[in-house]
């Protein structure tokens, strides 16, 4: 589970992780906590997935320098523009425990996701977030 792949920016991901999709929010804690003690070091969460909070209370009680443990997240389409994604960014950040996200993505393209990317550009300056891009996005997409 150590092989890691080099994102754009020289960001190193893992390239096995635990994903918390359907992960019921009261259940979240305990199944990162024992994904976290079987060796995983990249957490997938996302906004909609209302267990962001889980995530982070495992990541904070887990012993491991945070460093060692990749954590993605997403924007949600109900944040999609500049103001609320900011918000939003600053939101998973407080659930999540932590200073900074590893990767930041928006979760699919609908609504106002230029800027939703704005906010994320911002995020990433601002040392928020170590990498962003696009999730669940289709060819066409990426062109605009």
């Known amino acids: 589970m150590n092989k890691t792949i080099t994102l754009n920016n020289g960001v190193e991901m893992p390239l096995m ?30 906004q909609a997935y209302y267990n962001e909070e889980g995530v982070g209370e495992a990541v904070s009680k887990s012993g491991i320098p945070r460093k060692e443990i990749f954590l993605t997240t997403k924007v949600w389409i109900s944040n999609a523009d500049e103001e609320k994604a900011a918000r939003s960014i600053d939101e998973s950040l407080r659930k999540l425990k ?18 939703t990317y704005r906010a994320m550009e911002k995020a990433y300056k601002a040392g928020k977030a170590r990498a962003i891009g696009l999730s669940n996005f289709y060819d066409a997409r990426f062109v605009d």
């Open 98 to 115: 932590t200073d900074y996200i590893d990767l930041l993505l928006i979760h699919q393209p609908f609504g106002d996701y230029y800027g």
């Open 17 to 46: 992780g635990y994903g918390v999709w359907q992960i019921a929010p009261a259940e979240c804690e305990q199944y990162v906590s024992e994904a976290l003690k079987a060796g995983y070091r990249s957490i997938d969460t996302a």
